[in-house]
Structure formats: C-alpha cells, structure tokens
C-alpha cells in the first residue's frame, strides 16, 4: 500500500503519493479554486473539501486507506522553553505550568504533546512544546472520513521538512538551521534551528498578502492577486529570527544554514548570509528524490509527510497519537475515581442485614395489596350486568333503540382505549432524539379536548460556537420529526430559535411546538 501526504498550507494543499522513499504522483488545490457558487457558499468548508479531494484521488486513481498529514504554523502552537532538571513525576505538571504562559486559552482545549531535551552546558531540560485546538484537530479529521481515509499522523510542516536533511545524507551533528521558502508566495516560510537534529528554535514567516487573500482554511472564497515575491522583505525577516535566536542561546552560535528554495535565488541568498558570517547550502528537492519537477516548498511538505514512516527524525510529534494517549488517560483517571470511591465505602454487617429486612418488608407489603386488589376486581366482575336478552316478539323499534345504546358504549370505550395520547411513548423518543450540548428547559402538555393536544419543548444549546450550535437544534428537530412513533401523534411540528444569555454567556435557545394529528390521535 502506498503512503499519502497532505500539507494544509496557507493558500495551497499539496498531496504526495509515494511507494517507499519514490515519488507515485502529485497533486496541488489551491484554495482558490474550492470555492463554490452562491448556492454552495453556506457548505461547510469540510464538505467542500472532501468533494475536492475525492474528485482529484479519482482522477489521479490513488487508492488509500490513510493518511498523514502536516499543517502550517497558522493552525499549531510551537514553543521552546526551558525547565529545571525534574524528577520524571513532576515533569508533566511543570511543562503543563510553563506552557500556559503562551497558550490564550485554556490548555484543556488543547491536544498537545511536548519533548524533552537535557543541555548540558546549561544543566537545563529544553522542551519542545506542540499544540493544536481541538476543533481545528476534528474539523482536519472530518475532511477525509467521508472518503473512508484515516488520519494516522499530523505534525507541523516545519519538522517535515527536516526529512529532507535525512534524504540528501546531511550530518545534522553540531549546530545547523534550515531554511525554506518559495518565491511564488503560496507557502509561508519555515526557518529552524537544530541541535543535532533537534529543534531549538523555529519560526513561521508570512512575506504578506493582498487584502482578501486569506486563503484559510474557513474561508474558501477565491483569493486576490498575490503580491510580488520581495527578497528584501525575507533578508529582514531572517536577520530578526537570527538575532532574536542569539539572544535566547547566546553560548549556542549558529555556522551553516541550508536552504530548500528556487535555485534562480541561489546566488543572492548565500551572498546574504556570508554577508552575516554564515555559509549557505542550496539542496536540490528534484535531485534528492530522482524526479525532475518545478521546486515547490509546499511539495517538498508533502512528499516530506508521504515518506514519514521511511525516515524518523529526533522530532517525534503525532498529535493523532496524543488524542487517543489523551483518551485513554481519561477512562483511566474514571477508573481509578470510582475505584478510589468503592474503596472508601466500609461495608457494616448492621446496615447489610438492615437494607434486607427493608426489602424484605417491602416485598411482603406488596404482595398483601395484590392480594386484596385481586379480591376487590373478582367483586367488581361479580356485580357486572348480564346482557339483555330479547325475546323473538320483540318489536324492530326496541331492537333499535338497544342497538344505539349498544353501539354509543362501544364508541365510548374505544376512545377510552384508541383515541388516547400514550405520554410513555413520546417521552421515551425525547430524550433519544437530543444531540449532546442540547438540553430542554422546559416541558408542557395541554390537552383541552380528545382531538386536540399542544407540546411545548423549550431548551438551550452551548457549544462554545452558535453554527454548531444551531446545527445540533436543527439536529434535534429533524430526529423528532424522522421519529415515526413521535409523528404518530404530533404531524404540525414547528420550531423558533433564538439567542440569549445565561449565567453571563451567550447560548442557543428555541422552542418547538408539536400538535397532534387531528385525523389519527
């Protein structure tokens, strides 16, 4: 089975296909072109997505079962820090402590994942942080599950590209950095800073855009021009990201730089850092994987993802890998709770034999009322009326008038036992039909006649984001109204949503009115 890369870059998504270390095929979607026309523009950009991405594996015939993927800077959190030297115990909670200084939210949004790296010149543990939103992580897994493709990695397109150091056999002993940038303004540039071959410093370096040109990922409108790549504007962001690096390891001083660009920039760039007392190395993308193509930084992401499982590098982030560690800690911090609970409980043979006579006594209680409501119904058939019985002479018009009668205690019983609203039913369906994060607040049946009867549902809705939000109401609504026990009593079923606050925060709210069916109660 071959490996798929996909990089999600700023304006552009790059797949590489790859069988072992050889390139199978390439493909590039440009944002740009997966916008859709005023009917689709209310499509999630999920959906939209997955039809892209279907249509090219079509068309280039690639076949897959997983794959890996890597993102740009804009949607991860990178960051170098130090720590004491720790025992292994307190580790976690002091990097969990440290990292919330660089975090604007709350570190339990977060799927994250860090390592550890002893310097010993300072006696220090360096730690590499990584983090990503969870809704940005679910919305990256919700692209390719439609097309029945699981996501076995992501990991930042920053550390891909240090597999291309491994490829072309560089020894990344001593101090080196990398870096990779693309003259045709649809990547954003990377520039890290190694320690045999460990990240001590990176940085994502957006040359700017035309206003418009967003290219993210929630907003698949076609972008504006892009502007005119500016070398200039690279040579002042690579001093301020060496600068910045010398300040923070001043005793680490860096020598050699290579970089994975265009070869047309080759010249200029290593006459700009000798100018810096640096030593560039060009590395050649096409040489390095025997394939002659036009350079491009977001396939060199790519096919650095595709061939992932071929080369390992000292970066050993998989943030697939921390949601299910991330998982599996929370059923077992569960288990361990309701351990800890049971544990604490002391068992009293006093209260043991007291809980039985309790039942017991209960149950001898309710055998003697059935006893006796059994005696009570046997009177009751005892003094039923015996039916009437009629005599050949007598005349039609006592016959009719007996048939009336007969016939008008039958209709009585049968909307006694047909025409009546089972509340059992429709509660049992409420609270399966009710999405998580939909609550009701509150519940009222008025019922003034046989053949008319109201239900009110009112309810709330809090998904930290009011789309969503709305989504699981509409969600909620079309369970009810799919439910054919639910619409065997009610047919009019409408809805009103709205929002409001509660307890300070803005939620969802809505109201569902159902009426019963007037032919079929």
């Not at 990503?132 to 920053?158: A, Q």
């Not at 209709?411 to 609550?439: C, F, H, M, S």
Request: proline letters at 3%.
């Amino acid at each position: 089975m071959n490996d798929l890369g996909i990089y999600f870059g700023p304006k552009i998504i790059d797949v590489s296909e790859a069988r072992g270390k050889k390139l199978v095929s390439s493909i590039q979607i440009p944002f740009s072109e997966i916008g859709g026309n005023e009917l689709e523009e209310k499509v999630p950009a999920e959906v939209k997505l997955a039809a892209s991405f279907n249509e090219a594996f079509r068309r280039n015939k690639i076949e897959v079962k997983e794959a890996m993927l890597c993102l740009s800077g804009k949607d991860l959190i990178i960051r170098t820090f130090e720590i004491p030297i720790l025992p292994r115990e307190e580790l976690k909670g002091a990097i969990n402590f440290e990292a919330k200084k660089y975090i604007p939210f709350k570190l339990e949004e977060l799927i994250s994942d860090y390592q550890v790296e002893l310097d010993k010149l300072s006696r220090t543990n360096i730690v590499l942080f990584m983090g990503i939103k969870k809704d940005t992580f679910d919305k990256y897994i919700s692209i390719l599950k439609p097309l029945n493709i699981k996501v076995s990695s992501i990991e930042y397109s920053g550390f891909s590209i240090l597999r291309i150091l491994k490829l072309v056999k560089i020894n990344e002993s001593g101090l080196t950095a990398l870096l990779c940038f693309d003259s045709q303004g649809q990547d954003e540039v990377n520039f890290v800073v190694l320690e045999n071959g460990f990240p001590l410093f990176s940085r994502d370096i957006n040359l700017g855009s035309a206003p418009g040109a967003s290219g993210s990922f929630d907003d698949l409108e076609p972008a504006a021009a892009l502007p005119v790549f500016s070398m200039e504007k690279l040579k002042s962001e690579v001093r301020a990201s060496l600068d910045y690096y010398h300040r923070k390891f001043p005793a680490k001083a860096l020598k050699n730089i290579f970089i994975i660009s265009n070869p047309e920039w080759r010249q200029e760039v290593e006459a700009f850092l000798n100018d810096l007392g640096l030593s560039g190395k060009f590395i050649d993308i096409a040489k390095a994987i025997g394939s002659p193509m036009a350079f491009s930084s977001s396939f060199a992401k790519s096919y650095s993802t595709a061939i992932s499982k071929r080369l390992a590098i000292r970066v050993r982030f998989n943030l697939v890998e921390s949601k299910i560690r991330e998982a599996k800690l929370g059923g077992a911090r569960i288990r361990m709770e309701l351990t800890s609970l049971f544990n604490r409980i002391k068992l009293d043979l006093r209260v043991i034999i007291a809980g039985v006579l309790i039942c017991a006594a209960a149950f001898i209680y309710g055998a003697s009322k059935e006893v006796v409501l059994k005696k009570e119904l046997g009177n009751i058939k005892s003094k039923w009326s015996k039916a009437t019985k009629l005599s050949p002479s007598t005349s039609y018009e006592a016959l009719k008038a007996t048939g009336i009668k007969d016939m008008k205690a039958l209709a009585n019983l049968d909307n006694l036992i047909n025409k009546q609203l089972y509340v059992t039913e429709v509660l049992d369906v409420i609270p399966r039909a009710l999405p998580q994060g939909v609550w009701l607040t509150k519940f009222a049946l008025n019922k003034k006649e046989d053949s008319k009867a109201e239900l009110i549902l009112e309810g709330m809705c809090y998904l930290h984001d009011s789309n969503s939000e709305f989504q699981e109401v509409n969600k909620f609504f079309g369970n009810l109204n799919t439910n054919a026990v639910f619409i065997k009593y009610f047919k009019d079923i409408k809805i009103s949503v709205d929002h409001s606050l509660f307890a300070g925060t803005t939620v969802t709210t809505f109201v569902i009115a159902c009426k019963t069916n007037q032919e079929k109660k």
